[in-house]
């Protein structure tokens, strides 16, 4: 399946990625068709410099059957390349990773409050198999 999607270049901590259309089967940086653009993350996004994309190529191996991955999808739809794709529902992504934890340890720690609360409610012993339960124990010395 062709895919178009980013290929890492650039050194340590400073990358430039190239636009390339590829095998999904390579690896990321490996074997690729066609380089089709570059994208430079390090730069402001009103910088001209930051995108550049050839255009007629893309939309040609867009009718090639190739598929974009999220982050050339929305690259593409930022240069009005093809329809901008629709966000995604991440409600914790704007919350820290500690209060996140705390979250999920309290939603955890609710629903087994409720299950011990609701449990001996059920379990309401009859008048008549009250005696059979306390039968007398045996102590050891």
Not at 18 to 45: H, M, Q, T, W, Y
Not at 63 to 76: D, M, N, S
Not at 83 to 101: D, F, Q
Request: proline fraction near 9%; avoid cysteine; glycine fraction near 6%.
């Amino acid at each position: 399946m062709l895919k178009l999607r980013l290929s890492r270049g650039g050194t340590k901590k400073r990358p430039v990625y190239k636009v390339v259309v590829a095998d999904s089967r390579f690896a990321r940086d490996g074997r690729f068709i066609e380089k089709v653009g570059f994208f430079n993350p390090l730069l402001p996004k009103d910088k001209k410099e930051r995108v550049g994309l050839e255009a007629e190529r893309i939309k040609f191996w867009l009718g090639q059957g190739a598929k974009p991955t999220t982050r050339v999808a929305r690259i593409l739809g930022e240069n009005e390349l093809m329809p901008m794709p629709v966000n995604g529902n991440n409600p914790n992504k704007a919350i820290p990773k500690k209060e996140r934890n705390k979250k999920e340890e309290d939603k955890t720690e609710a629903p087994k409050a409720d299950a011990a609360a609701e449990a001996p409610k059920e379990e309401a012993p009859k008048a008549d198999a009250a005696p059979a339960a306390e039968a007398p124990k045996e102590e050891k010395k």
